[in-house]
T-cell receptor
Framework: DQQVKQNSPSLSVQEGRISILNCDYT??????FLWYKKYPAEGPTFLIS?????DKNEDGRFTVFLNKSAKHLSLHIVPSQPGDSAVYFC????????????FGKGTRLHILP | KAGVTQTPRYLIKTRGQQVTLSCSPI?????VSWYQQTPGQGLQFLFE???????NKGNFPGRFSGRQFSNSRSEMNVSTLELGDSALYLC????????????FGQGTRLTVV
């Protein structure tokens, strides 16, 4: 039973355009959501997070939107750059006191020149 | 501040053998989590340790075990290795005071032949 779902295994976006990565979750107890970026042969690196009390969090080119009623979140990258090509993992936890972070299967983003 | 260090980086073992992987967290971080990454399965949670105690456990067989030492370093052990155990094993550390964001090591690539 997958509690965090990334239904698109891959996504191709033209350089300079907006990349939108989607994520759905099933556990209503999740209180904190995170996005990680992973390059080959490296561990995932933390990108951006959002608490369930917010519906939007922005950090430079990266914005995460949370729709709690739909149990859906998305990561927007604008403008997309070649260095953004990586696998992006959506993750969730039940809160700051719980370190059991559940990850989705990831979406491979290709930025096209 | 040094990052999360995992050793060894690469390992080849034979079916039936056992293996021990090591993780040194970021200085000051007391929580260490382990994840298994296989193609198509994303990052699957194995277990999490805090102050030498296992606080959370994923859905893996008992062949997978771990421990944490007083200096927060952690080891993960897999006994009676199976071919399906071939994966990238990632360790992550976090400081609860700083939020649930986890910082990952580069991983240990285990190949079972």
């Amino acid at each position: 039973d997958q509690q965090v779902k990334q239904n698109s295994p891959s996504l191709s976006v033209q350089e300079g355009r907006i990349s939108i990565l989607n994520c759905d979750y099933t556990n209503s107890m999740f209180d904190y959501f995170l996005w990680y970026k992973k390059y080959p042969a490296e561990g995932p690196t933390f990108l951006i997070s959002i608490s369930s009390i917010k519906d939007k969090n922005e950090d430079g080119r990266f914005t995460v939107f949370l729709n709690k009623s739909a149990k859906h979140l998305s990561l927007h990258i604008v403008p997309s750059q070649p260095g953004d090509s990586a696998v992006y993992f959506c993750a969730a936890s039940v809160g700051p006191g719980d370190d059991k972070i559940i990850f989705g299967k990831g979406t491979r983003l290709h930025i096209l020149p | 501040k040094a990052g999360v260090t995992q050793t060894p980086r690469y390992l080849i073992k034979t079916r039936g053998q056992q293996v021990t992987l090591s993780c040194s967290p970021i200085s000051g971080h007391r929580s260490v989590s382990w994840y298994q990454q296989t193609p198509g399965q994303g990052l699957q949670f194995l277990f999490e340790y805090f102050s030498e105690t296992q606080r959370n456990k994923g859905n893996f067989p008992g062949r997978f075990s771990g421990r944490q030492f007083s200096n927060s370093r952690s080891e993960m052990n897999v006994s009676t290795l199976e071919l399906g155990d071939s994966a990238l094993y990632l360790c992550a550390s976090s400081s609860l005071q700083g939020g649930p964001e986890a910082f990952f090591g580069q991983g240990t690539r285990l190949t079972v032949v």
